[in-house]
């Protein structure tokens, strides 16, 4: 009986611990709604992702209304992720991805933000549409400051 | 006095020239001139028309860099498949008129579509037939061009996102819209930096996103347009001084569904518009000095949501009949404007006959704000416990804010109107 017990209290606190993992869930296109701007997500080259620490997910349609809400709300130890251009879709670390900055990419809210991850799209995306790259942090950092781009 | 008649019949002359320069005539068919759409406007002069009969002609990337009359004639079918746009404009004063394009593939690196204007003004697009393609018409940097009577098909079913949108206008100003049908695409017809748009009379239905859709683009109007069974409606965000009048909202039913939304937007009209059916007729964040006149809110799951920075709004000569939920509101005091509304939902008197209710309307129902909290609550709805908490709040108020109220609700419902007049 008194194993029994111990079973169970191992199970809970397994469930709990599971629980509050920080796993990204996939973006659902043209269902999800945006937690910033309310928009539906339905571009399956843009889109972000943010989990709590206690693993409450956040979908954004692109990556500057995440930004947006990480300034407006305490994300500390909150995990991002965002939507690789060119991929059907998938989520990555943002830490795993390029972001790039072209005149000739627009991205759904207006800020001209693209997330590269493939090594071959980020060579071809590039070599096509000029422009600028940046890490994650470095795009937070600025992101006020970033240039406009109009065509 | 003479040498002025002279000088004046001297540009009547220039003008008949001018209009005699290129009025030739090159036809495409089986066995006609040209076999090929491509050949025929490379031989064109500019303002040649371009005849194509009636037929099937799969060209890719035909490319019009001057000014051109592109007419069908039983409306030719052109298949764009391949990695091009089927049909670029890069040229003003382009008529394309009568032709059927189809089969322009999705493609996620290229946003290609049936006819794409670049930098080309004057434009007219009229009368065609565009199915199965990724972007209908896309203007980029194109203004004071004529997009009417087109009837735009996409191929997207529901949950997939194949699809990009039947009009699509990115940096392009002073376009007229009018008389177009849209339907399954992502959306209807999208505005992206696009001020003084006119979007008139058109038919948007089963898109998988919004019927319309406004971002960043200023000094639009919409007129008796109607939206139908779409992903979510009509979104109008992050734009000023928008009209909307004499459109039908209908039937935009799901969990994230509406009539309207609005987002960031300041000084619009909302006049004499119908809203049907809709989970959420009109849902609003951060929308301020907006009036609302003269609409109907009817069979709604909510008639108006207004949620959080919605300041200075004008709701007054509405019917809200037969809606689940008139209002909801998460701000406690408000400064918008509720008044002379006719509300189904009213039982109050009215004594002296004066066909205003003698005690003001509340709008809000205790289990609209439980719903708010719980949204699962809503199973409960109709049940006999929710009717007297309803009932026990309306005598005597403790959760639903007191302010916000229709002083002088009216005890009839008003007779609007919602056709267009021909001056609009």
């Given at each position: 009986?008194?194993?029994?017990?111990?079973?169970?209290?191992?199970?809970?606190?397994?469930?709990?611990?599971?629980?509050c993992?920080?796993?990204?869930?996939?973006?659902?296109?043209?269902?999800?709604?945006?937690?910033?701007?309310?928009?539906?997500?339905?571009?399956?080259?843009?889109?972000?992702?943010?989990?709590?620490?206690?693993?409450?997910?956040?979908?954004?349609?692109?990556?500057?209304?995440?930004?947006?809400?990480?300034?407006?709300?305490?994300?500390?130890?909150?995990?991002?992720?965002?939507v690789?251009?060119?991929?059907?879709?998938?989520?990555?670390?943002?830490s795993?991805?390029?972001?790039?900055?072209?005149?000739?990419?627009?991205?759904?809210?207006?800020?001209?933000?693209?997330?590269?991850?493939?090594?071959?799209?980020?060579?071809?995306?590039?070599?096509?549409?000029?422009?600028?790259?940046?890490?994650?942090?470095?795009?937070?950092?600025?992101?006020?400051?970033?240039?406009?781009?109009?065509? | 006095m003479?040498?002025?008649?002279?000088?004046?019949?001297?540009?009547?002359?220039?003008?008949?020239?001018?209009?005699?320069?290129?009025?030739?005539?090159?036809?495409?068919?089986?066995?006609?001139?040209?076999?090929?759409?491509?050949?025929?406007?490379?031989?064109a002069?500019?303002?040649?028309?371009?005849?194509?009969?009636?037929?099937?002609?799969?060209?890719?990337?035909?490319?019009?860099?001057?000014?051109?009359?592109?007419?069908?004639?039983?409306?030719?079918?052109?298949?764009?498949?391949?990695?091009?746009?089927?049909?670029?404009?890069?040229?003003?004063?382009?008529?394309?008129?009568?032709?059927?394009?189809?089969?322009?593939?999705?493609?996620?690196?290229?946003?290609?579509?049936?006819i794409?204007?670049?930098?080309?003004?004057?434009?007219?697009?009229?009368?065609?037939?565009?199915?199965?393609?990724?972007f209908?018409?896309?203007?980029?940097?194109?203004?004071?061009?004529?997009?009417?009577?087109?009837?735009?098909?996409?191929?997207?079913?529901?949950?997939?996102?194949?699809?990009?949108?039947?009009?699509?206008l990115?940096?392009?100003?002073?376009?007229?819209?009018?008389?177009?049908?849209?339907?399954?695409?992502?959306?209807?017809?999208?505005?992206?930096?696009?001020?003084?748009?006119?979007?008139?009379?058109?038919?948007?239905?089963d898109?998988?996103?919004?019927?319309?859709?406004?971002?960043?683009?200023?000094?639009c109007?919409?007129?008796?347009?109607?939206?139908?069974?779409?992903?979510?409606?009509?979104?109008?965000?992050?734009?000023?001084?928008?009209?909307?009048?004499?459109?039908?909202?209908?039937?935009?039913?799901?969990?994230?569904?509406?009539?309207?939304?609005?987002?960031?937007?300041?000084?619009?009209?909302?006049?004499?518009?119908?809203?049907?059916?809709?989970?959420?007729?009109?849902?609003?964040?951060?929308?301020?000095?907006?009036?609302?006149?003269?609409?109907?809110?009817?069979?709604?799951?909510?008639?108006?949501?207004?949620?959080?920075?919605?300041?200075?709004?004008?709701?007054?000569e509405?019917?809200?009949?037969?809606?689940?939920?008139d209002?909801?509101t998460?701000?406690?005091?408000?400064?918008n404007?509720?008044?002379?509304n006719?509300?189904?939902e009213?039982?109050?008197?009215?004594?002296?006959?004066?066909?205003?209710?003698?005690?003001?309307?509340?709008?809000?129902?205790?289990?609209?704000?439980?719903?708010?909290?719980?949204?699962?609550?809503?199973?409960?709805?109709?049940?006999?416990?929710?009717?007297?908490?309803?009932?026990?709040?309306?005598?005597?108020?403790?959760?639903?804010?007191?302010?916000?109220?229709?002083?002088?609700?009216?005890?009839?419902?008003?007779?609007?109107?919602?056709?267009?007049?021909?001056?609009?």
């Amino acid at each position: 009986m008194h194993k029994l017990f111990c079973y169970i209290q191992i199970l809970f606190l397994v469930a709990v611990l599971g629980s509050c993992s920080q796993k990204s869930e996939p973006i659902q296109f043209g269902k999800d709604q945006c937690a910033l701007c309310v928009m539906n997500i339905a571009d399956k080259n843009y889109g972000a992702e943010i989990v709590s620490d206690k693993g409450k997910v956040y979908k954004f349609d692109a990556v500057e209304c995440m930004i947006h809400y990480m300034m407006k709300n305490d994300t500390e130890g909150w995990a991002p992720y965002a939507v690789a251009f060119h991929e059907g879709g998938k989520l990555f670390k943002t830490s795993e991805l390029k972001f790039y900055r072209s005149v000739e990419l627009p991205s759904p809210m207006g800020r001209y933000i693209t997330a590269l991850h493939e090594d071959s799209i980020v060579k071809k995306v590039s070599k096509k549409h000029p422009g600028k790259f940046y890490t994650f942090d470095e795009l937070k950092a600025q992101f006020h400051d970033l240039p406009v781009l109009a065509p | 006095m003479l040498q002025k008649r002279l000088i004046y019949l001297l540009f009547l002359f220039i003008g008949i020239s001018v209009q005699g320069y290129g009025q030739k005539r090159l036809e495409v068919g089986k066995d006609k001139a040209f076999t090929s759409v491509r050949k025929a406007i490379n031989n064109a002069q500019p303002f040649d028309t371009v005849l194509i009969y009636e037929g099937y002609y799969k060209e890719a990337d035909i490319q019009i860099d001057k000014p051109l009359v592109i007419e069908g004639i039983n409306y030719p079918e052109i298949d764009g498949s391949g990695d091009e746009n089927a049909i670029t404009v890069t040229s003003d004063s382009v008529t394309i008129r009568g032709i059927s394009v189809v089969n322009v593939s999705t493609n996620y690196m290229n946003d290609l579509a049936a006819i794409t204007l670049i930098k080309a003004s004057y434009c007219t697009l009229e009368n065609n037939r565009l199915r199965n393609n990724f972007f209908g018409i896309f203007l980029q940097r194109s203004n004071f061009n004529l997009i009417q009577n087109n009837r735009i098909e996409g191929n997207s079913k529901e949950d997939e996102v194949s699809s990009g949108n039947a009009v699509h206008l990115w940096y392009s100003k002073n376009n007229r819209i009018l008389n177009n049908e849209t339907l399954k695409h992502r959306d209807g017809i999208y505005l992206e930096f696009a001020d003084f748009t006119t979007i008139k009379g058109n038919f948007s239905h089963d898109q998988i996103r919004y019927g319309l859709h406004f971002m960043f683009s200023n000094n639009c109007k919409y007129i008796g347009n109607e939206f139908e069974n779409n992903g979510a409606g009509v979104a109008v965000m992050f734009s000023r001084n928008i009209l909307m009048r004499y459109n039908h909202f209908r039937r935009n039913w799901g969990s994230a569904s509406y009539g309207l939304l609005l987002k960031e937007i300041y000084d619009a009209e909302v006049v004499n518009n119908q809203f049907t059916e809709n989970t959420i007729a009109i849902y609003g964040e951060s929308a301020t000095r907006i009036k609302f006149l003269n609409n109907s809110f009817k069979d709604n799951g909510w008639g108006f949501k207004l949620l959080g920075s919605c300041y200075d709004n004008i709701v007054s000569e509405n019917n809200f009949i037969n809606n689940n939920f008139d209002f909801v509101t998460n701000v406690e005091k408000s400064s918008n404007t509720i008044s002379k509304n006719y509300w189904s939902e009213y039982s109050g008197y009215d004594l002296d006959r004066n066909g205003v209710g003698d005690i003001p309307h509340r709008p809000i129902k205790l289990f609209s704000v439980v719903t708010q909290v719980v949204p699962d609550a809503i199973i409960l709805n109709q049940s006999l416990f929710v009717q007297l908490l309803d009932l026990a709040e309306k005598v005597n108020p403790t959760i639903t804010s007191v302010h916000i109220k229709d002083p002088d609700p009216v005890m009839k419902p008003w007779r609007l109107f919602f056709k267009p007049k021909s001056n609009d």
